[in-house]
């Protein structure tokens, strides 16, 4: 039976759970929807959105596979132990999404737009509007669609009172200029302030270069650009899939002499984070350990 065939014939089979009472309407990026008041069976589209679920309490009966992971992040790992794997965060599997017979699914328009009334014949589905520097909206979004808003709120205000916190350490060093690069296999980024990193790092309020002030979350750069990368600090993160292409990218780009003339090269300023951490994951427990990375490059006590 082919694929579509199979899907219809689990909607027509009436998805044999109760489904709860609809008791609110939700405004999202592709209108208003009807939800239950206390959504048992929550599947997230995106690896923002199931970090979100986890930072609310709740534990999604599936989830997009978490980027480049097997099949969740490290630091997801025991809490997702039970989720099922429904896709990736680009190709979403409707038929183990209806499988699960969730009573909310929660994703991205910019991700699943084309797929929003499969996924609506499935269950109530809410999207958010975009993703990466979004993602303080988005977990207002998700919070309000399971019924906890307040517990969003206080995540978010817990994220501003570390900011403060680290804001107070920095010191003078807040005035310091941060540059952000990513390394894949033969490619290599820069990274702008709407992306994840880049509003964690204008959330602290450190500057960046003046390249890397443009439009969009990133821009593909050559090894010709390297001086465009100066910044009293510099930040750089790897998406490695397994066959050491893009490890090999990054350790080419340091062994320029381009590289190895710029100023934190030289005083060693530049520090390797967490791809997943920095960039793939995009949520709220992402973000808290970006900080806790400040806090330890900056030598900072933890504000945990």
Do not use: C
Request: proline fraction near 4%; avoid cysteine.
């Amino acid at each position: 039976m082919q694929s579509s065939a199979v899907l219809a014939a689990i909607l027509a089979a009436g998805l044999a759970l109760a489904t709860p009472a609809m008791a609110r309407d939700v405004t999202h990026a592709m209108g208003v929807t009807d939800v239950p008041d206390a959504p048992l069976r929550i599947v997230a589209l995106t690896n923002e959105a199931a970090e979100d679920l986890v930072a609310l309490g709740i534990i999604p009966v599936g989830a997009a596979r978490s980027a480049n992971s097997d099949p969740w992040y490290d630091y997801l790992g025991a809490q997702l132990a039970d989720t099922m794997v429904t896709g990736e965060e680009l190709a979403p599997d409707l038929e183990a999404i209806a499988v699960l017979q969730p009573d909310l699914i929660l994703g991205n328009k910019r991700r699943h737009e084309k797929i929003y009334d499969q996924l609506s014949a499935i269950a109530p589905t809410v999207f958010a509007e975009s993703i990466q520097g979004t993602w303080k909206d988005n977990l207002s979004l998700y919070a309000e669609a399971v019924g906890k808003p307040e517990q969003g709120a206080a995540l978010l205000a817990d994220y501003r009172r570390r900011l403060d916190a680290i804001r107070a350490g920095l010191g003078e060093r807040i005035k310091e200029d941060v540059s952000v690069v990513r390394f894949l296999a033969g490619q290599s980024y820069a990274y702008f302030p709407a992306s994840f990193s880049g509003s964690v790092l204008a959330d602290i309020g450190f500057a960046r270069p003046a390249a890397q002030n443009g439009e969009g979350l990133a821009e593909l750069i050559t090894k010709e650009r390297i001086g465009e990368l100066a910044a009293d600090r510099i930040l750089h993160f790897t998406y490695e899939t397994g066959d050491g292409l893009a490890i090999s990218e990054g350790e080419s780009w340091m062994a320029e002499p381009l590289w190895q003339n710029l100023e934190a090269a030289k005083t060693g300023q530049v520090y390797g984070v967490s791809d997943a951490v920095w960039a793939t994951a995009g949520g709220f427990m992402a973000a808290q350990l970006a900080l806790d990375d400040i806090e330890t490059i900056y030598g900072l006590p933890t504000t945990r």
